[in-house]
């Protein structure tokens, strides 16, 4: 079944055809959710809230980009307002956003996700998005409802704390 069959299906109810596309795509939406909420019941949430929000609003995709891509936004999205707080960007003075960072040479991924999850929330969304997900830091402000020049001092400290937390 081709992705415009399958969102067709899926338009018109198809349980099936819904069926396919959620297993098509939790398992990386999932890990996404996860990643920022550092938290299974809160990913669990967040991915259920986040494929009703797909069903229901599927006839407004408009093929701009992919699927998987327009469901990713509205997993952001879903897992963004799940952790909103009063304030979870750390206030920086300035940075060098140009200055690179030496990760080391060895680093275990299951410690690496640790020290990922171990960010404050701003930091860990932010480095999520861009080094993760891969998205630009323009794409990540406009996500979250931040200037670009947020977006890139959280990475910058987030970066600098992964590495204080990595050399330990």
């Given at each position: 079944?081709?992705?415009?069959?399958?969102?067709?299906?899926?338009?018109?109810?198809?349980?099936?055809?819904?069926?396919?596309?959620?297993?098509?795509?939790?398992?990386?939406?999932?890990?996404?959710?996860y990643?920022l909420?550092?938290?299974?019941?809160?990913?669990?949430?967040?991915?259920?809230?986040?494929?009703?929000?797909?069903?229901?609003?599927?006839?407004?995709?408009?093929?701009?980009?992919?699927?998987?891509?327009?469901?990713?936004?509205?997993?952001?999205?879903?897992?963004?307002?799940?952790?909103?707080?009063?304030?979870?960007?750390?206030?920086?003075?300035?940075?060098?956003?140009?200055?690179?960072?030496?990760?080391?040479?060895?680093?275990?991924?299951?410690?690496?996700?640790?020290?990922i999850?171990?960010?404050?929330?701003?930091?860990?969304?932010?480095f999520?998005?861009?080094?993760?997900?891969?998205?630009?830091?323009?794409e990540?402000?406009?996500?979250?409802?931040?200037?670009?020049?947020?977006?890139?001092?959280?990475?910058?400290?987030?970066k600098?704390?992964?590495?204080?937390?990595?050399?330990?």
């Amino acid at each position: 079944m081709t992705e415009v069959e399958l969102i067709s299906a899926c338009i018109q109810n198809n349980r099936s055809a819904q069926r396919i596309l959620y297993d098509r795509y939790k398992r990386a939406m999932f890990t996404l959710a996860y990643r920022l909420t550092s938290d299974f019941d809160d990913a669990n949430d967040v991915l259920q809230d986040a494929f009703l929000d797909v069903f229901r609003k599927l006839e407004n995709f408009r093929g701009e980009s992919t699927l998987g891509a327009w469901i990713k936004t509205i997993v952001v999205r879903k897992a963004y307002r799940k952790l909103e707080k009063p304030k979870i960007w750390e206030v920086v003075e300035s940075f060098d956003e140009n200055s690179l960072i030496e990760w080391g040479n060895s680093i275990d991924a299951e410690y690496l996700e640790k020290a990922i999850l171990s960010l404050p929330e701003g930091f860990r969304t932010v480095f999520i998005l861009i080094e993760i997900e891969g998205y630009t830091h323009r794409e990540t402000a406009e996500i979250l409802g931040i200037s670009e020049g947020t977006s890139k001092s959280q990475l910058f400290y987030a970066k600098k704390r992964l590495r204080e937390i990595l050399s330990n």
